[in-house]
């Protein structure tokens, strides 16, 4: 290469920060908890930085969500090492993905936090004890509770972070309720886990159809059982009332199906649907449950509140 001939410039390319890695979520009920609860990554970051979840032109990236225990209220603060001139803009592609008022104010935030009172959503409708823990679980009927409504429209931004698909649902519709599971094992109420679900009228029966919808443990909480111990509870709820024709799930990701398996035939073996001597015509190779009469599956159903569909599987 001759003396005079210009050096080639190497390129620096930006392969960006992977945004589930960069962002970090806790719970606080105060400022003594502040570095006390433990933090935990989003399963999902797609809504708020795109398909590839990559953020660019930063080094050093970290993006701390602090929520409030008590209302769900949310401190953002973002740090990095280097940002480029061209960096994307964290906080306008997050602002649909946080709560309403969030906040980058930590002073103004620890002084709401301290104020706020530990005011549960809805009534106490059941309480169980797990590994040594208390866990109670608050019921409302969101056209019923305008504070539970509030909670909710600020809870449920955490749903974009954990479950695949998930969308804001209108908490002022009237057929919107709510479950919230608590751990009170410390003497306070700190949130494990919530459920929302829609009730509807049935065509043709006029009886009520409830469907769950937005189902969320959070991460310290999960695979301990809340989340079944919930919809058992639910499912009871149904069967209780005359007029629930069925129980079913929206759009329910693997995870949850297995669950959803898991209370069906809990709830079957407990009204003795399997221990009945199969006929003939149902033990013989091919035939299965496509045997049953209409009248096997209106009395399972009745009992059960499951779609025909999960009985005839």
């Excluded at 806790?26 to 809504?47: C, E, L, M, N």
């Excluded at 740090?79 to 480029?84: G, K, L, P, V």
């Excluded at 429209?153 to 608590?182: C, N, P, T």
Aim: negative net charge.
């Amino acid at each position: 290469m001759a003396d005079d001939e210009p050096v080639a410039k190497k390129v620096k390319l930006d392969e960006g920060t992977a945004a589930n890695d960069a962002v970090s979520i806790r719970i606080v009920k105060d400022a003594k908890d502040w570095s006390g609860q433990p933090t935990f990554h989003p399963a999902f970051t797609y809504h708020a930085f795109g398909k590839d979840e990559v953020i660019r032109g930063y080094q050093g990236l970290c993006i701390m969500l602090t929520f409030n225990a008590n209302t769900f209220d949310c401190f953002v603060e973002v740090t990095f090492d280097h940002r480029d001139t061209d960096a994307d803009d964290v906080m306008a592609m997050m602002e649909h993905s946080l709560p309403k008022g969030f906040t980058q104010d930590k002073e103004a935030f620890l002084h709401a936090l301290e104020h706020s009172a530990a005011k549960p959503p809805g009534a106490l409708v059941n309480s169980y004890t797990k590994d040594d823990k208390e866990f109670a679980t608050y019921f409302a009927v969101l056209s019923e509770d305008a504070a539970a409504a509030a909670y909710l429209d600020r809870m449920q931004k955490l749903s974009l972070w954990f479950i695949e698909g998930a969308d804001d649902i209108d908490v002022h519709d009237a057929r919107w309720s709510l479950y919230v599971v608590f751990d009170v094992s410390a003497g306070y109420l700190h949130p494990a886990g919530y459920i929302t679900m829609f009730t509807f009228h049935a065509p043709m029966t006029m009886m009520q159809n409830v469907r769950i919808c937005q189902v969320l443990v959070l991460p310290p909480y999960q695979r301990q059982g809340h989340g079944e111990r919930l919809v058992e509870y639910i499912m009871h709820q149904a069967r209780s009332r005359a007029n629930v024709h069925e129980v079913t799930v929206e759009d329910p990701v693997p995870g949850f199906s297995t669950l959803r398996d898991v209370v069906d035939v809990k709830t079957c073996l407990s009204h003795g649907f399997f221990g009945l001597p199969p006929s003939e015509a149902t033990a013989s190779a091919g035939h299965g449950t496509r045997a049953l009469t209409p009248d096997d599956v209106a009395a399972v159903k009745k009992v059960s509140t499951h779609a025909t569909r999960w009985i005839q599987s």
